[in-house]
Antibody, heavy 117, light 107 residues
Framework: EVQLVESGGGLVQPGGSLRLSCAAS????????VYWVRQAPGKGLEYVSA????????FYANSVKGRFTISRDNLKNTLYLQMGGLTTEDMAVYYC??????????WGQGTLVTVSS | EIVMTQSPATLSVSPGERATLSCRAS??????LAWYQQKLGQAPRLLIY???TRATGIPARFSGSGSETDFTLTISSLQSEDFAIYYC?????????FGQGTKLEIK
């Protein structure tokens, strides 16, 4: 069974940093691209970042470019999102998702990031 | 960036009836269009990819159509479990973009 489990969310002050993790199991992690997608409270889905199966290529939404860094460890079957310069606009549930060639086949349950002083 | 526009924002339909949801892209995305269903407090679930291919385990009452800029998700006979929010997403271009969602509610 494919499983994606996010962790690392929590309360952070404006301007602060946080690293999210997504532990994958039930499939060969190194064969798939993976994404981060977020959802602010009461709002819709927003693509954040993606990384190819090998980690050679990364992609970012304009809203996070230069502040967030996506990475992966294929030996640990884990996806990461290093977030910096956080603002209240970044407050959301962050989902990781496995890509099936661009569409998102499997999703984790999400981890909540709260930005507040 | 490709803008995805969904209509209507809210759709009220009675159980057993047909629902038709629309998604329009600001430029062609070929057939690189997916639909997701999200229920309150849950992660999204993939319904349709490639504009018209049902994902594994998705009932046949869900169907997708369209190409280029205009897409439709049809639910042929609404069941109680289908009342949720539906999102479209294009994956033809970077950055990937989602529509703002259509809330399907019970009439």
């Amino acid at each position: 069974e494919v499983q994606l489990v996010e962790s690392g969310g929590g309360l952070v002050q404006p301007g602060g940093s946080l690293r999210l993790s997504c532990a994958a199991s039930g499939f060969t992690f190194s064969n798939y691209g993976v994404y981060w997608v977020r959802q602010a409270p009461g709002k819709g889905l927003e693509y954040v970042s993606a990384i190819t199966s090998s980690g050679d290529s990364t992609f970012y939404a304009n809203s996070v470019k230069g502040r967030f860094t996506i990475s992966r460890d294929n030996l640990k079957n884990t996806l990461y999102l290093q977030m910096g310069g956080l603002t209240t606009e970044d407050m959301a549930v962050y989902y990781c998702a496995r890509s099936g060639n661009g569409y998102l086949e499997y999703w984790g349950q999400g981890t909540l990031v709260t930005v507040s002083s | 960036e490709i803008v995805m526009t969904q209509s209507p924002a809210t759709l009220s339909v009675s159980p057993g009836e047909r629902a038709t949801l629309s998604c329009r892209a600001s430029q062609s995305v070929s057939s690189s269009l997916a639909w997701y269903q999200q229920k309150l407090g849950q992660a999204p679930r993939l319904l349709i990819y490639g504009a018209s291919t049902r994902a594994t385990g998705i009932p046949a009452r869900f169907s997708g159509s369209g190409s280029e800029t205009d897409f439709t998700l049809t639910i042929s006979s609404l069941q109680s479990e289908d009342f949720a929010i539906y999102y479209c997403q294009q994956y033809n271009n970077w950055p990937r973009t989602f529509g703002q969602g259509t809330k399907l509610e019970i009439k």
